[in-house]
């Protein structure tokens, strides 16, 4: 398998990389026809859909680092690949993060915790993807604002979650960074460039 992606390259990962969501969709899809089935395991679903993350994002991140160290390409190619790709990461493991936040409720699983007018927070509540993509945000970045407030463990052990995947993602990325500038007059054999 790793010879299969590793001749791609990274062509094909970023229209691959959204089906990371397709967990999420089927989820909802069972959250609207069966309401009573899905709110009796949601704390589980919760878990799975935690540990499907982090199993699914250390894989691609050792494949990407993997792919990166093999090429054959000329350095700053591949680098630029790889920038584009942890950029795409990035933003699918906010949505992912965002979207499971939504689906299990985020006025359940987070209190807001600054002093706002009523209509302020009602307005908040009419916009409750909004509210979870920003918690997904502030969460992942590692900013910490502190207006959001976890209410349930397992909302604690979600945010734990996303907080170690943000930071393992921005170390993995410094050091291919470092590398390439270790390594920077490094090129492709001739002939083996990416046309």
């Known amino acids: 398998m790793l010879s299969m992606i590793y001749k791609s390259n990274l062509t094909y990962a970023p229209l691959l990389l959204p089906l990371l969501l397709l967990p999420l969709f089927a989820e909802w899809a069972w959250k609207i026809s ?7 395991v949601r704390e589980w679903v919760l878990v799975a859909d935690i540990v499907y993350i982090i ?33 795409e990461i990035t933003v699918i493991t906010i949505v992912y993060f965002a979207l499971l936040f939504y689906l299990l409720d985020v006025f359940e699983l987070f209190h807001y915790n600054a002093s706002i007018s009523a209509a302020s927070l009602a307005n908040i509540q009419q916009h409750s993807f ?23 463990l397992n909302a604690m052990m979600a945010v734990s979650a996303e907080v170690i995947l943000g930071v393992v993602q921005a170390g993995v990325f410094m050091a291919i960074v470092i590398y390439a500038l270790q390594n920077k007059e490094v090129v492709a054999p001739k002939g083996s460039l990416d046309q």
């Open 34 to 40: 069966f309401p009573a089935a899905f709110s009796g």
């Open 55 to 87: 199993v699914v994002r250390v894989l691609l991140l050792d494949t990407m680092m993997f792919i990166f160290t093999r090429s054959r390409r000329v350095l700053h190619v591949t680098l630029i690949r790889v920038v584009g790709l942890y950029l």
């Open 130 to 152: 909004m509210a979870a993509l920003y918690i997904s945000t502030v969460t992942f970045t590692t900013l910490g604002l502190g207006d959001w407030v976890p209410q349930t």
